[in-house]
């Protein structure tokens, strides 16, 4: 099976920075990734699919990149509200892995 | 406007059934996969297969493959999980969700709330 990691585990920022974080797959998934959000206690949110397509309502301060292996989620612009586990995953096949999250914190 | 809500907390006992729902409501049943998930107390996501209601076409992931049963009833639009021996690694919030479109099987776009399933 194709295992999915990402980097860092957890970061912290101040409001406005830039925030990158990497998902690396283990072998190559074409553009097949999602990115999702997920604040504490609550279901997770789409992001970002497709690698690149930003889900409808998601504030355009999040971007996403990559294809093949290595992808990157990108938060231009942190704000308060961004504080959550940021988790990506791949859908070429089942089972659709996820990554380990990332916390984001302010 | 498109809703899936689950069935509440559960407490069982090891070796007990158990089967929870997510009732959908605002789209075509049948014209969408749905999943469920598995998070373990503090811990990622897990993906335990998909089904789509239109055929009941299910795929499960090997990790689950025999340890849980996916179905769905479209008269009531609603998909269900189940156990028939649960134990206590079982316990975690499982969550029910909709996939983006009929043929992105894997992108889950509407979530339900989470159903809380503790084993003990």
């Known amino acids: 099976d194709i295992q999915v990691t990402q980097s860092p585990s957890s970061l912290s920022a101040s409001v406005g920075d830039r925030v990158t974080i990497t998902c690396r797959a283990s072998?190559?998934?074409?553009?097949?990734l999602a990115w999702y959000q997920q604040e504490t206690g609550k279901p997770p949110r789409l992001l970002i699919y497709?690698?690149?397509t930003l889900q409808s309502g998601v504030p355009s301060r999040f971007s996403g990149s990559g294809s093949g292996t290595d992808f990157t989620l990108t938060i231009s612009g942190l704000q308060p509200e961004d504080v959550a586990t940021y988790y990506c995953?791949?859908?070429?096949?089942?089972?659709?892995?996820f990554g380990p999250g990332t916390k984001v914190e302010i | 406007d498109v809703r899936l809500v689950q069935s509440g907390a559960e407490v069982k006992k090891p070796g007990e059934s158990l089967k929870i729902s997510c009732e959908t409501s605002g789209y075509t049943f049948s014209s969408y996969w749905i999943a469920w998930l598995r998070q373990l107390p503090g811990r990622g996501l897990e993906c335990v297969g998909i089904?789509?209601?239109?055929?009941?076409?299910?795929k499960y992931s090997p990790s689950f493959q025999g340890q849980v049963t996916i179905s769905a009833d479209k008269s009531t639009r609603t998909a269900y999980l189940q156990w028939s021996s649960l134990k206590s690694s079982d316990t975690a919030t499982y969550y029910c969700?909709?996939?983006?479109?009929?043929?992105?099987?894997?992108?889950?776009?509407?979530w339900g709330q989470g159903t809380v399933v503790t084993v003990s």
């Open positions: 969700a909709r996939t983006y479109s009929s043929s992105s099987k894997g992108v889950f776009e509407i």
């Open positions: 497709g690698a690149s």
């Open positions: 089904i789509f209601p239109g055929d009941s076409d299910t």
């Open positions: 072998l190559g998934i074409g553009n097949n």
């Open positions: 995953q791949k859908y070429t096949s089942v089972p659709y892995a």
